[in-house]
């Protein structure tokens, strides 16, 4: 047995070292009959050796990248900062949204009660032409003295107006959610942002506010201005660029952006200021007309059975009375108000559009601009134009010498 198991290893050493031998042999052939695969095999494995070296993640520390890319880190306090204003935003959203639904219901309200008071207390005032009587003399009387209290409150405030300001301020603090969401989303906000929106959040408290005692907006002012929601332009912070760039601007860009500022101002801005004020005008005269009939309507009741002036005094309680009526519902069914603040809103788009183009190009260093390519595509947004309109808008008010000459609006939204 001991001899055969020496055997048997002394055969398996045998085969061992043949095969040896032989894998030998074979590279041997190998390296004579193709000298250069060698090298470059074995350049192609310490290659294959770098790159496993380069791609494992052990060897590139997170906090190597956040010290070389710091500048595309996101803060966590100033996203914390954006949620909390976006969480008030949403919030002023719905109170806007709900007092502006109540103040239209006020409107709607106000206006059928007085003029079912007026109504009447002009038909009281023919019975007691026709019939006499101390009781409807004196319901007449009491009704259109009602009627002008009430008519002096409600054009002091003018509901329709309040309804409006409380939808632009829906509309605008939607913009402004919508822009914190994109910051969120595809940004890295800084506190700068933060800040940024925080002050558009406190000038639209301030340009439109909730409550009425103290606070409300004039409604009747002496001139008319464009309505202001918005801060004022600030220097926009420095923001990572190659060095030499011009972001996205050249003097073509530039020239074109004064145009369509010239005609903004000249055109836009200045047409709906007009409107504005002929809005303003007439509002203001149906504000002191409606109390000043219902007033001359009491009166004539008061006195329809005066054996002297009972004629004329029956005429002017009905007259008046009737009159008030339609007064009333022209400036308040036809919201008049509503209509002056629309056209002091749009003067006001208006108005901020112009001064964003001239705050950019204010700023001397293209680096703190607005990029150019996607600051001329906002325009073209905004003003409801295509690049090319945009352009061949800038190219005509460019051409036309005097600035009465241009008879095109900017704007093809309003």
Do not use: C
């Amino acid at each position: 047995m001991a001899t055969l198991k020496m055997s048997s290893v002394i055969l398996n050493s045998s085969a061992v070292s043949a095969a040896a031998r032989q894998r030998g042999l074979i590279k041997a052939a190998i390296n004579i009959s193709l000298p250069g695969l060698r090298s470059r095999g074995g350049l192609m494995a310490e290659e294959m050796e770098v790159k496993k070296k380069q791609m494992s993640p052990v060897k590139i520390p997170t906090t190597i990248r956040r010290t070389n890319d710091r500048s595309d880190a996101a803060d966590p306090a100033a996203m914390a900062k954006l949620y909390a204003v976006m969480e008030a935003v949403a919030d002023r959203i719905e109170m806007h949204n709900n007092i502006g639904d109540q103040r239209a219901d006020w409107n709607r309200l106000l206006l059928t009660s007085i003029n079912t008071i007026t109504l009447a207390a002009a038909t009281m005032a023919v019975i007691a032409a026709i019939n006499g009587g101390a009781a409807v003399k004196f319901s007449s009387t009491a009704m259109y003295a009602a009627a002008t209290g009430m008519l002096s409150i409600v054009n002091k405030i003018q509901p329709s107006q309040l309804a409006e300001e409380q939808r632009n301020a829906v509309r605008l603090f939607k913009q402004i959610k919508n822009q914190i969401e994109t910051l969120i989303s595809i940004g890295n906000p800084t506190n700068d942002d933060v800040k940024e929106m925080m002050e558009r959040v406190l000038a639209l408290d301030k340009a439109f506010p909730l409550p009425l005692l103290g606070v409300m907006l004039e409604k009747f002012p002496a001139a008319m201005e464009p309505a202001v929601w918005w801060p004022e332009q600030r220097r926009r912070r420095q923001l990572k660029q190659n060095s030499g760039s011009n972001n996205g601007w050249n003097g073509k860009l530039e020239e074109e952006m004064k145009s369509v500022a010239k005609v903004l101002r000249i055109k836009d801005k200045e047409d709906y200021i007009k409107l504005g004020t002929k809005a303003l005008n007439l509002n203001k005269f149906l504000a002191v007309t409606g109390p000043v009939l219902t007033g001359l309507a009491a009166v004539g009741s008061a006195l329809v059975d005066s054996p002297t002036h009972g004629g004329w005094a029956a005429a002017l309680g009905v007259a008046g009375g009737a009159l008030a009526s339609v007064v009333n519902t022209i400036e308040h069914g036809g919201q008049v108000g509503m209509v002056f603040e629309m056209y002091r809103s749009n003067a006001g788009f208006f108005k901020m559009v112009e001064e964003s183009i001239e705050s950019n190009l204010r700023e001397e260093e293209p680096e703190r601009r607005e990029n150019g390519e996607i600051f001329e595509l906002k325009m073209g947004l905004q003003l409801g134009r295509s690049l090319s309109e945009l352009r061949n808008l800038a190219a005509m008010a460019a051409a036309v010498d005097r600035e009465e000459d241009i008879d095109e609006f900017a704007s093809k939204l309003f």
